[in-house]
């Protein structure tokens, strides 16, 4: 890695973690509102039968009311599980039960399906520390998306969900971040 593109990551990360955690539990409840109804929207034009979709964690953009809508309306829902190598694996949490993954992060508990289990869906929603104006998406570090989706030969749509100001002019990239095809804001869908 580039020893100023890392630092400059690293410097945007903290930023963006900050103004996360800045949030107010009533910009926190508008912003749901505004992610549910997007993803319900792009998941109801692309006809959607299965996603994969993650938990998210107390400072992420809420998945959790779209991915109950889905599975209501019998949507098959994928969550990943981070594994020792790098990859996610996936479940669709017949467990019905969450505990934290090597990342930190939520994942859910059932059946591993294996890394390759993702080529059946037909849209991924991903998280995002920032996207940029060409769909150029940061994560917060780990690699695990971008190891997964430069992997994979037929991919879905891949949308990142960040709130309205992580959509940026510029992310610093390096030779395996990978695009997303849109993202989605409490209040836009954008499509690249």
């Known amino acids: 890695m580039d020893s100023d593109i890392g630092h400059r990551k690293r410097a945007l990360r903290a930023e963006l973690r900050e103004r996360r ?40 953009p809420d998945t959790r009311p779209f991915v109950n809508w889905a599975e209501a309306q019998g949507v098959r829902v994928l ?58 998406r940061m994560g917060w570090g780990r690699g695990y998306y971008d190891k997964t989706l430069g992997s994979m030969e037929k991919c879905p749509p891949v949308y990142a969900v960040i709130f309205d100001n992580e959509f940026v002019d510029e992310v610093p990239r390096e030779v395996h971040d990978q695009p997303v095809d849109g993202l989605v804001t409490p209040t836009r869908i954008i499509a690249f």
């Open 21 to 60: 955690q800045n949030l107010t539990s009533v910009e926190r409840e508008a912003a749901t509102a505004g992610f549910t109804q997007n993803l319900q929207s792009i998941a109801l034009d692309l006809s959607a039968r299965s996603i994969s979709c993650y938990l998210s964690s107390r400072n992420e």
């Open 79 to 136: 969550f990943p599980v981070s594994r020792d190598d790098g990859l996610l694996d996936w479940t669709v949490g017949e467990d019905q039960t969450e505990f934290e993954g090597l990342s930190g992060a939520p994942e859910a508990g059932g059946s591993l399906l294996g890394p390759i289990a993702i080529n059946d869906v037909d849209l991924i929603i991903v998280p995002a520390a920032a996207v940029d104006a060409t769909g150029l």
